[in-house]
């Protein structure tokens, strides 16, 4: 069984910068293609960013391009979100993600599963 567990949310002022974790267990890591969400509240889920298996593709969301960067362990079947510049938009639950629909690049949310709980990230300005 997959699971997903992100750590490293918090609050944070604008113009900071936090690292985010994703601790992946119950596959095969370094053959998953994972993927950044997040939910503000009252809004839909939305995409930030995927990683190729190998960690070197990457593609953003035009929101966060620049200031967000994924990276990823294979060792420590970890992926990672850094975030700097942070904003008060940038206020969400972010999620990780494993690419289930494989052969598509980036994805889209639907080509996506095993979601982990989330954790919070707020940007007080």
């Known amino acids: 069984q997959v699971q997903l567990v992100e750590s490293g949310g918090g609050l944070v002022q604008a113009g900071g910068s936090l690292r985010l974790s994703c601790a992946a267990s119950?596959?095969?890591?370094?053959?998953?293609?994972m993927g950044w969400f997040r939910q503000a509240p009252g809004n839909q889920r939305e995409f930030v960013g995927v990683i190729s298996r190998s960690g070197y593709n990457t593609y953003y969301a035009d929101s966060v391009k620049g200031r967000f960067t994924i990276s990823r362990d294979n060792a420590k079947n970890t992926v990672y979100l850094q975030m700097n510049s942070l904003k008060p938009e940038d206020t969400a639950v972010y999620y990780c993600?494993?690419?289930?629909?494989?052969?598509?690049?980036?994805?889209?949310?639907?080509?996506?599963?095993?979601w982990g709980l989330g954790t919070q990230v707020t940007v007080s300005s």
């Open positions: 993600a494993v690419q289930v629909v494989r052969g598509t690049w980036p994805g889209q949310e639907a080509d996506f599963g095993s």
């Open positions: 119950g596959l095969t890591f370094s053959d998953s293609v």
